[in-house]
């Protein structure tokens, strides 16, 4: 029988995953031509999207110069954009970025 790790983490922990990897992703930079995908942080942090969502609401509570940015166009979405979304106000959000 194999046991498979469930790792869960704080909100604070989570946040602080994301904000380093889109910083790693950005290179640094911020505003709107700074847009990570949630698809990106995910690949590069092993994320959960439940994680993500948690950090996401994190950020957007304690962060005021972090957005959550919904994709308009929904239909250029890919599967892996879609599956890492993080759903904030019933929304799904697939962008981050800091203003």
Same mark, same amino acid.
């Given at each position: /029988?194999? +046991?498979? &790790? +469930? @790792?869960? /983490?704080? %909100?604070? *922990?989570?946040? %602080? &995953? $994301? @904000?380093?990897?889109? @910083? *790693?992703?950005?290179?640094?930079?911020?505003?709107?031509?700074?847009?990570?995908?949630? =698809?990106? $942080? =995910?690949? +590069? *942090?092993?994320?959960?999207?439940? %994680? /993500?969502?948690?950090?996401?609401?994190?950020?957007?509570?304690? %962060?005021?110069?972090?957005?959550? $940015?919904? &994709?308009?166009?929904?239909?250029?979405?890919?599967?892996? &954009? @879609?599956?890492?979304?993080?759903? +904030?106000?019933?929304?799904?959000?697939?962008?981050?970025?800091?203003?």
């Amino acid at each position: /029988m194999q +046991i498979t &790790e +469930i @790792r869960m /983490m704080n %909100d604070e *922990t989570a946040a %602080d &995953e $994301i @904000r380093w990897a889109h @910083r *790693t992703l950005s290179n640094g930079q911020t505003g709107l031509a700074a847009c990570v995908s949630f =698809a990106a $942080i =995910a690949a +590069i *942090t092993g994320l959960t999207t439940a %994680d /993500m969502t948690a950090g996401a609401l994190w950020l957007v509570r304690n %962060d005021p110069n972090v957005y959550v $940015i919904p &994709e308009s166009n929904q239909k250029v979405l890919r599967p892996e &954009e @879609r599956a890492a979304a993080v759903s +904030i106000g019933g929304q799904h959000k697939h962008w981050i970025t800091w203003l």
